[in-house]
């Protein structure tokens, strides 16, 4: 057996899930993946699994396709279903083509038959983890950004919204029908709630969330919208046209 490389990830508390009916690949499975210093639980049936607490951790889930009772791709549709996003990586010893497709239509990180390198599966985990990892991130700084958001006033909102679609302080007066000062005012209070650096922070904020920027009396947009400028309708291409024939043109120039 070879040395088995392995990138120490940036979560230790990371945790691999192992859903196979055979105790021998349970047992298996979770030596190699505690040899690697992650910590391994493992199920014999993915409603065992569904009926976990599962930690507030980075994780991913080593999935057998073929279970009894609830199968591997039907667990992974009710993780869906449910909102769970967990990066799923799929073995099998029954592996085809189509069944392949699907899981990883699906979603799922990787798919492995049966038998596999330990080295590939260490791989795929690796990967795995740090996909969820990176998105657990972003959903943490979508939230916080969110949490920020509720905090500013409904005034506060109108101002922020105006000064996303880029207008100066005496427009958005004039928007809003509210003095320059006032506006100042809110646009300080904006700036210090939402901890925004610069507009350009602003706006980043306010696309993240897909804030509706609404202008008094006029049809509302997202910031991305905003920022991505008026959308302008092509030009109908011209209509076809058959060419005449040279005797057909001198025929119409002799009628005009």
């Given at each position: 057996?070879?040395a088995?490389?392995?990138?120490?990830?940036?979560?230790?508390?990371?945790?691999?899930?192992?859903?196979?009916?055979?105790?021998?690949?349970?047992?298996?499975?979770?030596?190699?993946?505690?040899?690697?210093?992650?910590?391994?639980h493992?199920?014999?049936?993915?409603?065992?699994?569904?009926?976990?607490?599962?930690?507030?951790?980075a994780?991913c889930?080593?999935?057998?396709v073929?279970?009894?009772?609830?199968?591997?791709l039907?667990?992974?549709?009710?993780?869906?279903?449910?909102?769970?996003?967990?990066?799923?990586?799929?073995?099998?010893?029954?592996?085809?083509?189509?069944?392949?497709?699907?899981?990883?239509k699906?979603?799922?990180a990787?798919?492995?038959?049966?038998?596999?390198?330990?080295?590939?599966?260490?791989?795929?985990?690796?990967?795995?983890?740090?996909?969820?990892w990176?998105?657990?991130?972003?959903?943490?700084?979508?939230?916080?950004?969110?949490d920020?958001?509720?905090?500013?006033?409904?005034?506060?909102?109108?101002?922020?919204?105006?000064?996303?679609?880029?207008?100066?302080?005496?427009?958005?007066?004039?928007?809003?029908?509210i003095?320059?000062?006032?506006?100042?005012?809110?646009?300080?209070?904006?700036?210090?709630?939402?901890?925004?650096?610069?507009?350009?922070?602003?706006?980043r904020?306010?696309?993240?969330i897909?804030?509706r920027?609404?202008?008094?009396?006029?049809?509302?947009?997202?910031?991305?919208?905003?920022?991505?400028?008026?959308v302008?309708?092509?030009?109908?291409a011209?209509?076809?046209?058959r060419?005449?024939?040279?005797?057909?043109?001198?025929?119409?120039?002799?009628?005009?």
């Open positions: 057996m070879g088995r490389s392995w990138k120490q990830p940036v979560n230790t508390d990371a945790v691999v899930f192992v859903v196979d009916d055979d105790q021998s690949v349970r047992d298996a499975l979770s030596n190699l993946i505690r040899s690697v210093g992650l910590q391994a493992t199920f014999d049936s993915g409603r065992d699994f569904l009926s976990y607490q599962r930690p507030d951790a994780a889930l080593v999935l057998d073929r279970l009894p009772g609830l199968s591997g039907d667990l992974q549709r009710e993780l869906a279903a449910a909102g769970e996003q967990i990066p799923i990586i799929f073995i099998t010893g029954h592996g085809d083509i189509p069944m392949t497709v699907r899981a990883m699906a979603g799922a990787e798919f492995l038959p049966k038998p596999f390198r330990e080295q590939d599966l260490l791989d795929a985990i690796q990967q795995a983890l740090a996909k969820d990176q998105a657990r991130e972003q959903r943490a700084e979508l939230s916080a950004i969110r920020r958001y509720e905090t500013l006033t409904g005034r506060e909102r109108e101002v922020m919204a105006q000064v996303v679609r880029g207008l100066l302080n005496k427009q958005i007066a004039a928007e809003l029908g003095s320059e000062k006032t506006v100042k005012f809110h646009r300080g209070r904006v700036m210090d709630k939402t901890q925004a650096g610069s507009v350009a922070e602003l706006v904020q306010a696309e993240k897909d804030v920027l609404t202008r008094p009396g006029r049809q509302s947009a997202t910031a991305a919208e905003v920022s991505r400028g008026p302008r309708s092509p030009r109908p011209p209509a076809l046209r060419p005449r024939r040279a005797g057909e043109r001198l025929a119409g120039l002799r009628g005009r």
